[in-house]
């Protein structure tokens, strides 16, 4: 339960509602133990006029309304045929007042945790994008998206009916039992005694359920990141023939999750019976007893009317306490994992008054060593690298020697383990992480688009809504805008998931189209030339070098861009520099970049640009 004190300040920000529909709750059970005792009267005002009828020895109290009720019907000497009208069109009243009051109870308190259900959605997406990226390396999105949708739905029914079934339990139990004790403490007490066994039953079981939702749920996210991871790698598993394996993976995560799922109906099937078998003893005891007080005294057979459909009132109450309980155990057990991820704090975080300065370039990197958290892997060594505002610089090196994590640290995706890197003078860590990935454009190797518009993945990151001719324009340096031209809907058409309805070079080229419209001061592009054609890849080249003129860039990439002269060209080897210089000086160096770049020329004139040496990245200027 404890787990559940997250949500309680949802509470209060709702509590109008909440009050308000507490006292729904309340008044529509009071207006409910209000026809019992008009039943019980008119069952003794029957029993008069029966033969033989003896007058009663004591009148039964009754509540402050239905005193009044009955006076009022006794002062107005109606026949017995009205009394029974009168008593039956009443009763019919009280049921539509209290139909009207639980109305507005589901309004209040039901909407309410709708309300709450949405801002509990909200706020876990907001912390979800506030971690940072080596969460989501070590946490699968199957489990992410579960948290936020199957758990929240089960809070849900912890602040919404749960609340309100308890609540409702509370005050009709409260209203019954006073009324009950007010006609006969030692009946009241029989009828009663089962509810002991009833509690007693109701927390072992509980405990049972917990333990079951909690294996059920981390089942359910085991299941969906199945699922999920299947769906969006459709093609590899098609490809390689792997739908056969693919089921036989799913129905074993699907029958773990069966099997636990069934143990816990099993559970529940016996326990919501066990609860209508106390309500059905406590009903035997009462006629039993009561026909017993009745047979001495027969003014009883009011009182034993209203103690039989007091029992009726609290069936439905009572064998909720176990569907209430069983809600608010699984409740806590999906709030306990929400609360995981809650409080899970990102390692990449604003210093107190972060700076946010104009970024333009001036980058250094001192003596920077890096280690990624989740493997182990040196990414880099003892790095030094400067990059003065407007420079060019080309990245190259093997598969694994730290290229992309140099410009994953320049974005603080991560921080680097030792050394330093600021950016215009200001420590990295001294710029708001905002000011910094605002100014700073990253096409990155690994494209990514929306299930949107092509328009609207090219305008991603601007602020405001972006025009016509700025897409366009986008589109047009990164050589993608007559392709984009060509589509049925044109800058209108909807690219499917992730991209899914185009090339492997169109993608690229859109996620070129998306870095450049920010018109950044750096711009840096990790390896985003890999799936276009030669031809286009000259074209795109050449607009990028009368795009870039005034701007600073990092290109990471395996191909040779002879059109494009870098004013520094990096070689990393381990995670190490290796080579450093122009192209002429890197040339005359005659070490690892003048062999990249010779076998590169061999192959053009072979007629197999593109390819590389030993499975080597390879890239000149």
Known sequence: MKQLRAVHKYFWKYRNRFFIGI??????????????????????????????????????????????????????????????????????????????????????????????????KNEIYQHYQRLDTNFYKTHSTGDLMNRMTEDVSR??????????????????????????????????????????????????????????????????????TNAQESFSGIRVIKSFVQEKAMLGFFKKNSQAYKQNAVGLARIEAIYFPSMALMIGISTLLTI?????????????????????????????????IGWTASMIQRAAASQKRINEFLRTEPTIVNEHKPLKPVIEGDILFENVSFTYPHTGIKALQHFNLRIKQGEKILLLGRTGSGKSTIAQLLLRFYDPSSGRISIGGHDLRQIELHTLREQVSYVQQDVFLFSDTVADNISFGLAGAATRERIEAAAGFASVRKEIEGFNHGFATMVGERGVTLSGGQKQRIAIARGLIKDP????????????????????????????????????????????????????????????????????NNGYYAELYRLQLTEEKSGRPGSSATGANAVSS
Not at 88 to 96: C, G, N, P, R, W
Not at 552 to 572: E, G, K, Y
Not at 582 to 587: A, W
Request: proline content about 3%; aromatic content about 10%.
């Open 23 to 120: 006292f729904f709750v309340v008044s529509s059970n009071y207006f409910a133990v209000l026809a019992p005792q008009i039943t019980g009267y008119v069952v003794n005002e029957v029993r008069l006029h029966l033969p033989g009828a003896r007058p009663a020895l004591t009148n039964p109290p009754h509540d402050l309304l239905v005193g009044w009720f009955i006076s009022w019907v006794q002062r107005m000497q109606v026949s017995f045929g009205w009394l029974i009208a009168l008593c039956s069109i009443t009763i019919l009243l009280l049921a539509v007042m209290r139909g009207i009051l639980m109305f507005f109870m589901r309004q209040t308190i039901i909407v309410m945790s709708r309300h709450i259900e949405y801002d509990q």
């Open 155 to 224: 809070v849900r029914m912890y602040t919404g009916p749960a609340l309100m079934y308890f609540v409702n339990l509370i005050a009709l139990i409260g209203f019954c039992v006073y009324n009950m004790l007010r006609k006969d403490v030692h009946l009241t007490l029989l009828v009663l005694a089962p509810l002991p066994i009833l509690a007693i039953t109701i927390y072992v079981v509980n405990s049972v359920i917990n333990k079951k939702s909690e294996k059920i749920q981390a089942l359910l996210s085991d299941l969906t």
């Open 288 to 320: 039993w007893v009561g026909g017993m007080q009745a047979l001495q005294d027969t003014s009883k057979v009011g009182t034993i009317v209203e103690f039989v459909i007091y029992i009726n009132m609290l069936t439905f109450p009572v064998s909720a």
């Open 521 to 588: 001061h750096i711009i840096i592009f990790d390896d985003c030339l890999s799936a276009v054609d030669a031809k286009t890849e000259n074209e795109i080249i050449g607009n990028l070098y009368r795009y870039l003129h005034d701007k600073t860039a990092l290109v990471i990439t395996h191909r040779i861009f002879s059109s494009f002269r870098f004013d520094n060209i990096i070689v990393l080897d381990n995670g190490e520099l290796a080579e450093q210089g122009t192209h002429e000086e890197l040339m005359l």
